[in-house]
T-cell receptor, first 115, second 113 residues
Framework: SAVISQKPSRDICQRGTSLTIQCQVD?????MFWYRQQPGQSLTLIATANQGSEATYESGFVIDKFPISRPNLTFSTLTVSNMSPEDSSIYLCSVEQGSSLGKAFFGQGTRLTVV | DAKTTQPPSMDCAEGRAANLPCNHS???????VYWYRQIHSQGPQYIIHGLKNNETNEMASLIITEDRKSSTLILPHATLRDTAVYYCIVRVQYTGANSKLTFGKGITLSVRP
């Protein structure tokens, strides 16, 4: 298994500002993923972050709005840029390891409220 | 779109078995059935997965029909702490661009005292 720490756990931000969410893993992992969970909804994949390459974004998500960094095999950041109230969601980091037989591990999430 | 269909909700009494159904009629030969759950205000937690044989671990049992078009997650002795949204997901086992986890709406299990 992998232990994932996300920071911050929650935040309240003003519209028009940006927030960077950090995801730290206790072991080296190949694949890191960022999800969004809007209020009362299921999880939606934002992007896949691979070390040393550009993140791969899902339909409906763009790099200018959600820039991602992946500087090494244990760390990634997701920035929510130019925020609006519609960005109020829980943002979750997830990882998979090559030996994990397709099992994913999730952080506790960052609860973002934009006012 | 999610490849699975689950009822929106169900409940069971504490101490009884909870049987959570899932339909995945379009599952491919190399796709596994994975179950996750999300307890309120927490990240999803892996429960179990299987290909075609029944599987059991310390958390649950997974029963997959012979034609693999449906499965049932069994929590043998449900507790109040098992109240959560349970997601049934089909995907290939390897990690890669074509093996993303796609979450549907899941089934909300409520365990009553």
């Amino acid at each position: 298994s992998a232990v994932i720490s996300q920071k911050p756990s929650r935040d309240i931000c003003q519209r028009g500002t940006s927030l960077t969410i950090q995801c730290q893993v206790d072991s080296q992992v190949t694949m890191m993923f960022w999800y969004r969970q809007q209020p009362g909804q299921s999880l939606t994949l934002i992007a896949t972050a691979n070390q040393g390459s550009e993140a791969t974004y899902e339909s409906g998500f763009v790099i200018d709005k959600f820039p991602i960094s992946r500087p090494n095999l244990t760390f990634s950041t997701l920035t929510v840029s130019n925020m609006s109230p519609e960005d109020s969601s829980i943002y979750l980091c997830s990882v998979e390891q090559g030996s994990s037989l397709g099992k994913a591990f999730f952080g506790q999430g960052t609860r973002l409220t934009v006012v | 779109d999610a490849k699975t269909t689950q009822p929106p909700s169900m409940d069971c009494a504490e101490g009884r078995a909870a049987n959570l159904p899932c339909n995945h009629s379009t599952i491919s030969g190399n796709e596994y059935v994975y179950w996750y759950r999300q307890i309120h205000s927490q990240g999803p937690q892996y429960i179990i997965h299987g290909l075609k044989n029944n599987e059991t671990n310390e958390m649950a049992s997974l029963i997959i029909t012979e034609d693999r078009k449906s499965s049932t997650l069994i929590l043998p002795h449900a507790t109040l702490r098992d109240t959560a949204v349970y997601y049934c997901i089909v995907r290939v086992q390897y990690t890669g661009a074509n093996s993303k986890l796609t979450f549907g709406k899941g089934i909300t299990l409520s365990v009553r005292p």
